[in-house]
């Protein structure tokens, strides 16, 4: 069992996952000379022992160092999406008022926030004109509060893409004002019907996507946008938008007379089946949307707007399929469109003062990395390291702050000036505790798979491993499958210390599929999400026991999600393994279509669905319950039990199979737990997964 030594005693313990401090929303006001952001913390629950909850503050630093940062939101309050007045003078951000977001304003110059908005339908995602004199929010209605609104909606009008309930109009469901009475009239037994779905005693789907993260919804929501004057103390919140649809607000025109959004306004397109989506521009007195960019079959989204209402920022990706979309900047005066030339996913985009460079954030080789775009030659530069993960950042005139992990600190803030050269730690969130703590760093490490592309790996030795001494090795797998995992990405940073901490070595790879790399790495795994990625995470695997530190007779291996897919697919494929970890993944891919709202990643990969006959041939030969009398490793399974992306049933397949052929496995289901329950789910379960999985693997490991 586990060495208690004092030795160990230094290791990073299961219950520093408590410690762990995240800052991220760096932002700085309008005129450069303070920032904020927030930073989340777990702390114990006052009224339940040994529960954890999740708690944000805001912060507020002076650019100029001159003052240390300060708290401005207390923990309890878990304030939400801050964003600047124009004058520098005030914040406004969200905070939960008897259930839903309402919008509050505080002063730099002290006092208690004012709340600003008391809207029924919640306010959300507050964004202020640059003159100060309006605030701008978005809020989410359902169909029904949609169709009765007498200021949305005062026609009373109804969509005009098919609601797709079989034989049923739409007046017929909202305009039937019959009194319910289960023995009388159609109208009065649809009435009846109608009331038993209000009250929860029956959900009636007719939606194509009716499945959440956590339950089952057949009603449809969408968001509109809203404008508040902040300079008439009885104005009342105006619609910005109307019809039923969903707008994105990106940005407010620095002139205050228009924004610029997201939508997709195809009145024949139910909303569950639309793949595309268009950039307008809506003036705030009224009238259509101006359509900017469009185009059949694609995604275009804008990201940004220059400060002086030129540019913009937008990517174009395909509607359906897998790939990396193109980003560009779009002249609104000139038309003039510009590709930045990088294959990667872009993340948080933010103009210069000048507006003639664009800096991003991008997932890549591992990191996530800070890159800066001119405009003048069309030239990209990296400012930030492949090993490092920019978490948030903003710049002013001279300066950059930014939110970032690295291997040796999950999260802290830095100012650095505009090449990133000087870079300063602002805050000791977590270097205080991590101090004296025993750390294991990883090594990055190369290699050519059989399609000729290169694949990077990572190899983490245990905490204070000795030369000439032999110890137990991990194969860890990252989920998607078109995630990326590397020194830079921070969801793992707490296992794989807490891991390599009790003595187990830890290799980790990106295989053909991941994101991070080319487009062609991407769709390497298409119509092959077993065969080929089990050959590139087990070739990292094998490289690594040639170093000779590793053990080869306690190997071990675990991955969630897709993960969980491919390491069930690799002990149907090989009994190398001591002991296996799948959690909440995907085992039969037939019937994850029908259970997971996840289920687009089955045509999107394997060109087809289950009752085609070449597409349901390909998806039973890629399923690892194809092939679960072939499992003979030792398994534990995870799933959240409210988890819809991938669905219970699932695990519970793997199970029982295996439980009836008599198999060593065990399973675990977490109440309430969803598929992010490791990353951002109930503390108390994340700390039991892991914990589980070591006691499970330590049965295996003598």
């Known amino acids: 069992m586990l060495d208690t030594s004092a030795q160990n005693k230094e290791r990073v313990l299961l219950s520093d996952l408590y410690q762990i401090k995240t800052a991220s929303n760096v932002k700085f ?28 503050q805001w912060f507020l630093a002076a650019s100029d160092f001159s003052a240390a940062p300060r708290a401005i939101t207390s923990q309890k309050e878990n304030s939400s999406y801050v964003c600047w007045s124009g004058d520098s003078r005030q914040l406004f951000f969200t905070r939960a008022v008897k259930g839903k977001s309402q919008v509050f304003s505080l002063s730099l110059n002290g006092g208690e926030a004012v709340q600003l908005t008391d809207f029924q339908y919640g306010a959300e995602k507050p964004v202020v004109s640059k003159d100060g004199k309006t605030l701008f929010f978005s809020a989410s209605l359902n169909l029904e509060e949609l169709e009765k609104d007498s200021v949305l909606n005062p026609q009373k009008a109804s969509p005009s893409w098919n609601l797709e309930k079989p034989e049923v109009t739409v007046l017929e469901i909202y305009t039937n004002s019959a009194k319910g009475n289960a ?67 990106i940005a407010v025109s620095p002139d205050g007379k228009s924004v610029l959004v997201n939508a997709d306004l195809n009145p024949s397109v139910h909303p569950d089946r639309s793949t595309e989506s268009a950039i307008y521009r809506i003036n705030i007195n009224g009238g259509k949307p101006e359509l900017i960019l469009s185009g059949a079959g694609q995604q275009f989204k804008a990201t940004s707007i220059s400060g002086d209402g030129n540019w913009i920022s937008f990517t174009q990706t395909p509607g359906r399929g897998i790939n990396i979309g193109k980003t560009f900047v779009y002249n609104l005066k000139s038309k003039q469109q510009l590709q930045i030339p990088l294959e990667r996913n872009f993340n948080g985009v933010s103009w210069n003062r000048e507006n003639t460079q664009l800096y991003f954030t991008a997932s890549s080789n591992g990191g996530n990395v800070l890159y800066r775009y001119k405009l003048a030659d069309h030239s990209v530069k ?22 970032q992990m690295n291997t040796s600190d999950p999260s802290e803030v830095f100012a650095a000036d505009l090449l990133n050269k000087t870079p300063k730690q602002i805050t000791s969130l977590n270097t205080r505790w991590l101090k004296g703590k025993k750390l ?37 797998i990252h989920g998607g499958p078109s995630a990326m995992w590397g020194p830079g990405e921070s969801s793992m940073w707490h296992e794989f210390q807490y891991y390599t901490g009790l003595g187990y070595g830890i290799v980790y790879a990106n295989p053909r599929g991941s994101g991070g790399y080319s487009e062609a790495f991407l769709r390497a795994n298409v119509k092959d999400w077993g065969a080929g990625p089990m050959r590139d995470v087990m070739k990292a695997l094998d490289l690594t026991i040639e170093e000779g530190w590793a053990d080869t007779t306690k190997q071990f291996i675990t991955g969630g999600s897709y993960a969980g897919y491919l390491t069930t697919w690799i002990i149907a494929h090989t009994n190398r393994f001591k002991a296996a970890c799948a959690q909440r993944g995907v085992y039969d891919l037939t019937t994850f279509f029908g259970e997971g709202n996840a289920w687009r990643l089955v045509p999107e990969y394997f060109g087809g669905y289950p009752w085609e006959k070449e597409a349901g041939k390909l998806l039973r030969a890629e399923s690892p319950f194809t092939y679960v009398d072939q ?36 399973y675990v289901r977490h109440p309430g737990g969803t598929h992010e329950l490791t990353r951002s789910g109930n503390n108390r379960q994340r700390a039991d997964q892991m914990l589980r999985t070591m006691e499970f693997f330590e049965r295996y490991k003598q």
């Open 29 to 56: 006001s309008p005129d450069g000379k303070w920032y904020t952001y927030s930073v989340q913390s777990i702390v114990a629950n006052e009224t339940k022992t040994g529960e954890y909850d999740y708690q944000r």
């Open 183 to 249: 023995d009388g009239s159609l109208k009065e037994i649809r009435a009846y019907l109608q009331q038993n779905e209000k009250e929860k005693k029956a959900k009636v789907f007719n939606r194509l996507d009716f499945q959440d993260e956590a339950i089952t919804n057949p009603e449809l929501n969408f968001t509109q946008l809203f404008t508040l004057s902040l300079v008439d103390p009885d104005a009342v919140p105006i619609s910005l938008t109307s019809g039923f649809y969903s707008y994105e607000l």
């Open 382 to 403: 990296r400012l930030s390291a492949f090993d490092t993960g920019i978490t948030s950042f903003d710049i002013n005139k001279t300066q950059l702050v930014y939110s």
């Open 440 to 476: 294991s760093y990883p090594v990055k490490k190369t290699f050519t798979n059989d399609q000729g592309m290169e694949v990077e790996y990572w190899v983490m030795k245990p905490a204070g491993a000795e030369a000439g001494h032999q110890y137990p090795v991990m194969l860890e």
């Open 631 to 666: 499992i003979h490793t030792p398994l534990i399974i995870f799933h959240g039990e409210t988890d819809l992306r991938t669905g219970v049933v699932q695990s519970e397949m793997l199970y029982k199979a295996l439980k009836v052929l008599g198999r060593p496995v065990e």
